[in-house]
């Protein structure tokens, strides 16, 4: 027998053992903290697309190479959606700056924050490709996709990305966070909350904003067809954000939101709102006190990727520990204005520590609530979390908490948890498969004095993205529970159809963990008959674009089938359509 050809042997064992994607390979090796070059272009939704990684030593100054696109004045240029700042620093090698618009030019300098870069150094280049060299401040994965932040700015490899390290990647040295990155690294906004912010006034203030349009129909909420209960809501929203950083160790943000909201119930007249608040204002400053802790003060967002614990804003006062190893808020908030009657009154302390990662993050946390106003009530969330890519191919999500405390004078009791996990296939062609299951108990004698019903800490959404470009509802967008006394079976299949445009289609089922006549904080206007536990089953279908430059969109459609909780219910359905225009 002739023995087998080498490349013949190599092409047997890629297709029985699949391919590891060289993006895949980069989100093993690479680091926070590695310093890198990555060669690329600029997309028109200002992300930068890499082509090539190459790993490299700590060095004290970043170098980007790029068109410089517009001359503002004699002393700032724009290139690469960064602003260079020059002065009588600035070395010039063989050009002026008359000699810099629409030409690639190299700059050499330091990161100072918002965007940033003060030139040291600069150069034209006759040829050569455009490329970010420092530190990767953070990494993560959007769906299958792998996302690096680097002097501020989106990262984004591609699929067939080229990694280069001259030596095992052990012995590269991870350069050390600076005051700027800690500042500007917020873990605790989404891409929901981040604003454009292209309008610079002077070398510390930026301004941007979002306008948004929210259509939303809900049919037979109250499962019953002989009834007109049928509702559309249609809502513009303008937000307006400024950024003020006037030292390296100082950044403040204002925040301020115009709502005109329209609902057209068919058993009521048609209403309009119109409101403007604030949504954020608040001072960060890095060290105040010289104990090696950050101070946030003000109306700031308290968010989580999987907004299973808060999406809120509050007035707090939050002291923040950042190293590459660990992270610690410890914050003291409530809601001054434009909130619940309950959250207005309610004492809020909070602890999070987490080991500072959002590509495996793993954290424990305590969220103390005490309402001021209704005596006695009182909730104590314990829990820890992982998510990220702990198994190969995988995103996976655990959450678990105990609720300890005292409601109605019955002293509480709970327990809650939701895993799942979403797999990509090492095929591109095929789709990603997410499987979860979620439970928060329930009481079946709740008058005993020991209320065993699970409550989440009122501030959260339960908003995530799995592999697509979009966040949804994901214990579904139709009944959009709270996980109290319930048990949510989850099935769910989406596909990434090119980078800025996905689709997703997911399942549930809803079970009481133990049957009562109500279910606790869902858009749902009919209540079980307390006797089954079945509530039902609910299919969504959530399309998502950012093909448009900085214009976000998603479209979600909702289809709720009830089950024997509601013996005599009729389905009920939802559309909505969701368009955001950042500036």
């Known amino acids: 027998m002739k ?15 699949g391919a590891v994607a060289p993006a895949q390979e980069a989100a093993k090796v690479l680091r926070e903290g590695h310093w890198v ?29 790029g068109v410089v696109t ?14 260079v700042r020059l002065s009588g620093k600035t070395e010039w090698r063989d050009t002026g700056l008359g000699d810099l618009e629409g030409r690639l030019t190299r700059v050499q300098g330091r990161y100072r924050g918002s965007r940033t870069l003060e030139a040291r150094q ?35 490899p591609a699929r067939d990305v080229e990694l280069d390290h ?96 329209w609902r057209d119930d068919e058993d009521a007249p048609t209403l309009h709102q119109s409101n403007t608040q604030l949504s954020e204002g608040y001072l960060y400053w890095r060290g105040p006190l010289g104990l090696g802790f950050d101070l946030q003060v003000g109306r700031q967002d308290f968010d989580d990727k999987r907004e299973w614990l808060y999406d809120q804003n509050l007035d707090a006062v939050r002291l923040i520990r950042s190293s590459p190893a660990y992270r610690l808020e410890l914050s003291a908030a409530t809601t001054l204005s434009d909130g619940s009657r309950r959250d207005q009154d309610s004492r809020d302390l909070i602890a999070y520590l987490s080991n500072n990662s959002l590509k495996r993050h793993l954290a424990v946390y305590v969220i103390d609530r005490e309402d001021q106003v209704l005596s006695g009530e009182r909730f104590t969330h314990i829990g820890g979390r992982l998510y990220g890519d702990w198994l190969p191919q995988q995103q996976v999500w655990l959450e ?38 979620a439970w928060g108990s329930g009481d079946k004698e709740p008058a005993s004095g020991n209320n065993g019903t ?38 769910g299949v989406g596909k990434r159809i090119t980078r800025n445009n996905s689709i997703d289609l997911v399942w549930h089922r809803y079970d009481q963990v133990e049957p009562a006549a109500a279910l606790i904080n869902t858009n749902l206007r009919s209540t079980p008959n307390g006797v089954d536990t079945y509530i039902g ?20 459609l909702g289809y709720f089938d009830p089950g024997d909780a509601f013996p005599d219910g009729d389905s009920a359905w939802l559309a909505r359509f969701q368009l955001r225009y950042r500036f």
Do not use: C
């Open 3 to 17: 023995p087998i050809p080498s490349v013949i042997l190599r092409l047997f064992v890629t297709l029985a053992l």
């Open 166 to 261: 001259e030596r095992p990647v052990e012995e590269y040295a991870l350069a050390p966070e600076r005051a700027v990155q800690a500042i500007n690294r917020n873990q605790n906004r989404n891409d929901d909350d981040e604003i454009a912010g292209r309008l610079r006034i002077g070398d510390s203030l930026t301004i941007g904003g979002q306008f948004e349009i929210d259509l939303d129909r809900r049919d037979n909420y109250d499962l019953d067809d002989t009834r007109a209960r049928d509702r559309s809501d249609y809502e513009l929203s303008l937000r307006v954000q400024a950024v003020w950083q006037p030292t390296d160790d100082i950044f403040s943000l204002v925040s301020v939101r115009h709502l005109e909201d």
């Open 400 to 437: 678990a908490a105990g609720l300890l405390g005292e409601t109605g004078g019955e002293d509480v009791g709970a327990l809650g948890f939701d895993l799942g996990t979403t797999w990509y296939p090492k095929a591109d062609w095929a789709p990603a498969l997410t499987v979860g299951w």
């Open 70 to 83: 517009r001359i503002v004045s004699r002393e700032e240029v724009e290139m690469l959606n960064l602003r």
């Open 37 to 65: 070059q990555v060669k690329g272009t600029m997309d028109a939704n200002g992300r930068f697309v890499a082509q090539e990684i190459e790993l490299l030593e700590p060095d004290d100054k970043e170098v980007v190479i």
């Open 122 to 156: 600069v150069a034209v280049r006759d040829k050569g490709r455009e490329s970010i060299e420092g530190r990767i401040d953070q990494i993560m994965l959007d769906g299958s996709y792998l996302r690096l932040t680097m002097l501020g700015l989106d990262v984004q």
């Open 537 to 556: 089953w609910e299919l969504d279908l959530i399309f998502g674009t950012r093909t448009i430059p900085y214009t976000p969109i998603e479209i979600v």
């Open 454 to 491: 699970f409550r989440q800490t009122g501030f959260q959404d339960n908003n995530d993205s799995w592999s697509g470009v979009t966040a949804f509802r994901y214990y579904g967008e139709l009944v959009e529970p709270e996980l109290a006394n319930l048990s949510i079976a989850t099935l």
